[in-house]
């Protein structure tokens, strides 16, 4: 489980941000890659920036093979992508796509609907089509790409595949949120192909689809946080008993389908902030409505799924916060802090 939100403050800059729900942690810690940093990549990309290009990056996540295998993160752009699990949906391709011969790019682009559908898993993309493996999905979009226009346009010719980064380290079922100041997209390899959703309400769980989640909030249309008014029954005047009564029928338990609903509304009724420090409380405050404490959420093993970690991107500052589930107290990590001309990803120490 998880739940991801994003939104901008009154300047327009965004916060982007992730509750990480699971059963174990994986030694997971903030670690920041530099430009010129040598990670392997699974396939050969051709358009793939060089180290005088590509985009400084911090996040969540384990160093492997020499691979930053982020969770979350952000580039020193601006932009930012969280990986959720989607165990029973996620469809990657079993091999990579080739290269059809006598294809121009330009027939490769991608459309311009607002739920794009951009081909299918595990079939030919076009001409330069770029085969990304799941794990190193979020950093191949946050090393490559300044905006999120620039990666929806190159998302017409990915093909994710499911290949691990070790035998060790088996292929996980995601979706992805990705998200700048202009607003953010789901991406998420279904049975059909690789879609593309235009996230007007910014906020991502997990199972079903996103396009399940975006009807379902229809559902709850009546829901407000406005005290309602008295109302007449013959004679009887029902008063309400206090402020919150607006959100009866609000789903309180812990599924994807529930946090999404009350993530989608707080996170829209949130009166805009203006500084970084009021933002950055809001979405802590936004994303503490759906953590998941312990003995809420059981699994069939016996054992518990809480809340890890939080994390909020603040893309103004290029400041990477976050708090973790036995010390919930916030830990600033702000990129001009470190030493970004090396080769390597390194774990990073908080400013």
């Known amino acids: 489980m998880c739940t991801g939100i994003r939104f901008t403050d009154s300047n327009g800059s965004m916060y982007f941000g992730r509750n990480l729900d699971w059963t174990q942690g994986y030694g997971e810690r903030v670690v920041v890659t530099p430009p010129a940093a040598q990670a392997p990549a699974a396939f050969e990309r051709s358009g793939d920036l060089d180290a005088k290009h590509a985009h400084a990056v911090i996040g969540m996540g384990i160093i492997a093979e020499g691979v930053p295998l982020y969770f979350d993160c952000g580039n020193d752009a601006g932009l930012a992508v969280a990986g959720l699990n989607f165990p029973q949906s996620a469809r990657y391709a079993a091999d990579p796509a080739s290269v059809v011969a006598g294809d121009s790019e330009q027939e490769a682009g991608p459309s311009t609907s607002s739920k794009r559908r951009v081909g299918a898993v595990g079939a030919d993309r076009g001409s330069n089509p770029i085969n990304v493996a799941a794990y190193e999905f979020p950093f191949w ?49 279904l049975e059909g192909g690789l879609r593309v959703w235009e996230n007007d309400v910014d906020v991502l769980t997990n199972e079903p689809d996103f396009g399940w989640h975006r009807q379902n909030l229809r559902n709850y249309l009546m829901l407000s946080g406005a005290e309602p008014e008295a109302a007449m029954w013959d004679r009887a005047r029902l008063a309400p008993f206090g402020s919150g009564m607006g959100l009866q029928g609000m789903p309180g338990d812990y599924s994807g389908p529930a946090r999404f609903v009350k993530a989608a509304f707080v996170n829209s009724h949130y ?19 759906v953590a998941v404490p312990m003995g809420a959420a059981q699994m069939p093993d016996g054992s518990f799924e809480i809340t890890l970690y939080t994390s909020c991107f603040a893309a103004a500052s290029l400041t990477y916060y976050h708090a973790t589930y036995s010390d919930p107290q916030i830990r600033a990590y702000r990129l001009a802090a470190y030493d970004l001309g090396g080769t390597e990803p390194f774990v990073a120490q908080a400013a």
């Not at 093909?159 to 979706?175: C, D, E, I, R, W």
């Not at 009166?271 to 409505?289: I, K």
């Open 271 to 289: 009166p805009v902030q203006d500084t970084e420090g009021a933002n950055v409380t809001r979405l802590f405050r936004t994303l503490a409505s």
């Open 141 to 189: 979009v946050a090393r490559n790409f300044a905006t999120l226009d620039d990666a929806r346009e190159a998302l017409g010719r990915v093909t994710v595949v499911a290949k691990p980064v070790s035998p060790q380290l088996p292929v996980a079922n995601l979706h992805w949120m990705i998200g700048d100041a202009t607003g953010s997209v789901v991406v998420e390899c």
